[in-house]
């Protein structure tokens, strides 16, 4: 049996380096104005953080049977900001906002791709997870950022307006809300033609 590291580890980009997307993406990273990431749905499932299904799953439990009587119509629907509409709908504001903080704040331990996210050469960094991985995994970098909720009329305003700038100050911009704020959370159907 060999010991001897995989082709595949030596050179993970392997596959890509040949293709003119990835070619484009380094020439941009190593250039003064590096792009800006976009950190979406399961990015934080490794460091422990539930799935959106899991979090739709959480959110019939607690709505109890006023939730459970669409059941089959939302089954056979098959749309999940309808789902989490309707279970929305049967909670309590506070049992809702306890949800969400106690699923989504910190877990104090954080795994790929974060980590390898925060290494790498991107001005700025856009979430639509409610979570604060990307920061942590920043500042475990030695960087820091900002932090901008998209409702956040100033906040967002100054954000946009330091896109035009040759060396910005690094943001994270929470798209869909964060956490600590619950009201401001997008996940639901209402929620999404409102934001």
Known sequence: MSTAPSQAHDAPFAPFEQDDAFKGLLRLMKSDRPPI????AGAS???????WKQLVEE???????????WKTILADLNDAPW???VH??????????????????SRGALAE??????????????????DPCIEEALALAGQTAWRVNWTDQAALSEFLISLSEP???KAVVYLHGRFDNPADIVL??????ER
């Open 37 to 40: 990431a976009l950190v979406g």
């Open 45 to 51: 499932v490794n460091s422990g953080y539930v799935t």
């Open 59 to 69: 959110m019939e439990k607690r709505a109890g049977d006023s939730g459970g009587r």
């Open 83 to 85: 789902t989490a509409q």
């Open 88 to 105: 929305r709908l049967s909670m309590r504001e506070a049992a809702f906002h306890d949800l969400i903080t106690t699923l989504f704040q």
């Open 113 to 130: 791709p974060h980590i390898s996210l925060a290494e790498m050469r991107f001005r700025h960094f856009l979430t639509t997870n409610y």
């Open 167 to 169: 060396q910005p100050r």
């Open 188 to 193: 639901t159907e209402r929620s999404y033609v």
